[in-house]
């Protein structure tokens, strides 16, 4: 089979979505060729409940305990478990369309010279105002970064939805990298992943049609509490690659973000009321990232982190 997928998921201590997240692959139009479950150590009923997914659906399941702590280890152990040439990281608090899979197969068997295809992510709370603007802020990140599918900025690549060409990927010694592990707890390991990827010239490109709707927090604590920890680890991430993403220099027009607001309010058919609080909450996370910014920025600038401009 010249373009086998392994679905990969990693998870910890979050047994209710992943239940919901395996339930909409096994309603997948076309099955899953491998499914391999990364748990972190989870002390849940996460096991039990692979378990007994596993014996529901006629697809091979793989269930790995990863006693590392860390998402550039779980990824990593995502990649090396993975049998298929090619591999599709779904995030455990995500909810994959019926066509999710089926489009995945059907752009890897057309185009195997890609190195990755990002999907689309949707809001899973369609009616919640700071998930919504926290999928906002998410989306207006890409502004810029896609030209006709093709994408030009690496950074945008995004593990909860996407496909790696596991060749490309083995070919060129790609792979997450644990020493932002030594600053931070790894996150942003998918824009740097996708940074390694753009310097071996790979090809990425975005497909809207492989489509899975995202969980994002819906507390003020948890919604506040995730932005902090989000712009840590990625300004490790951009001191990391501080020389090359200057190279980049995405552009993102005031008027293209107005674009996408409006584009944003019609999808999710929001009311004036809850536009004007997305909005109103936009704002304020802007406002709050940008004082964050400053203050971490000084904190991190004390850290003495290896560039990787050069290979």
């Excluded at 373009?3 to 139009?29: E, F, P, Y």
């Excluded at 752009?107 to 010279?113: D, M, R």
């Excluded at 995004?158 to 596991?166: E, G, P, Q």
């Amino acid at each position: 089979m010249h373009n086998k997928v392994s679905v990969v998921i990693t998870t910890k201590d979050r047994a209710n979505d992943l239940k919901h997240c395996l339930g909409s692959l096994a309603g997948q139009v076309v099955s899953p060729d491998e499914l391999v479950i990364i748990d972190n150590s989870s002390f849940d009923e996460t096991k039990k409940m692979v378990e007994n997914f596993a014996k529901s659906v006629k697809f091979p399941v793989c269930h790995f305990l990863q006693k590392e702590v860390g998402y550039p280890h779980v990824y990593n152990r995502g990649l090396r478990e993975a049998t298929g040439n090619w591999v599709a990281f779904i995030d455990d608090d995500c909810v994959a369309d019926t066509t999710w899979f089926m489009r995945i197969k059907f752009i890897t068997k057309n185009f195997p010279h890609l190195a990755a295809i990002l999907g689309n992510s949707r809001e899973y709370f369609s009616k919640r105002t700071l998930s919504l603007t926290k999928s906002l802020v998410d989306e207006m990140g890409k502004i810029g970064a896609i030209k006709n599918r093709l994408i030009s900025d690496h950074e945008i690549l995004d593990s909860k939805n996407i496909a790696y060409n596991k060749n490309f990927l083995n070919k060129h010694g790609i792979f997450f990298d644990v020493n932002l592990l030594n600053y931070a707890q790894g996150a942003s390991e998918d824009c740097d992943l996708g940074m390694q990827i753009g310097l071996a010239r790979g090809i990425a490109i975005y497909d809207e049609k492989m489509t899975v709707s995202h969980k994002d927090p819906s507390s003020v604590l948890a919604y506040y509490k995730k932005v902090k920890f989000t712009l840590f680890n990625h300004l490790i991430y951009e001191k990391k690659w501080h020389t090359l993403r200057l190279q980049y220099l995405t552009q993102r027009p005031f008027y293209k973000k107005m674009e996408l607001i409006k584009k944003f309010i019609d999808r999710y058919k929001l009311s004036f009321a809850a536009s004007f609080l997305v909005i109103f909450n936009l704002a304020v996370t802007f406002f709050y990232i940008k004082i964050l910014r400053l203050s971490l920025k000084k904190e991190i600038g004390k850290i003495s982190i290896a560039a990787y401009d050069k290979r």
